[in-house]
């Protein structure tokens, strides 16, 4: 079975950067569409950045320009830097995977194939 975990949160002052991490178990980044998504305390889930087999991404406008998803093959990760963070920003952040879905449709999803437990993310203003 694949397990995602994430790793990278933490509590940052607004203005401030932070880069998170997802390490799959049991699968390679390079044969999903995967992407990051964010709950924040009694708001729905959604989409933040996602990213197609082939590289291609997709943002959601709250965070277009300011983070960017990316995958580092070798190394099997995938990951958000997340820079000018604002206190809208915190949320707890997720990691998912889908083997059938490119980067605009993971952005948009309400299931994925694969779900990791989520990192925390809080900014302070």
């Known amino acids: 079975a694949v397990q995602l975990q994430e790793s990278g949160g933490g509590s940052v002052q607004a203005g401030g950067s932070l880069r998170l991490s997802c390490v799959p178990s049991?699968?390679?980044?390079?044969?999903?569409?995967m992407g990051w998504f964010r709950q924040a305390p009694g708001k729905e889930r959604e989409g933040v950045a996602a990213i197609d087999p082939d590289g291609t991404t997709s943002y959601a406008d709250s965070v277009k320009g300011r983070f960017t998803i990316s995958k580092d093959h070798d190394k099997n990760i995938l990951y958000l830097q997340m820079n000018s963070l604002k206190p809208e920003d915190t949320a707890m952040y997720f990691c998912?995977?889908?083997?059938?879905?490119?980067?605009?449709?993971?952005?948009?999803?309400?299931?994925?194939?694969?779900w990791g437990k989520g990192t925390l993310v809080t900014i302070s203003s």
């Open positions: 998912a995977a889908d083997l059938a879905q490119n980067s605009e449709e993971v952005l948009n999803a309400i299931s994925m194939d694969y």
């Open positions: 049991g699968g390679r980044i390079g044969s999903w569409g």
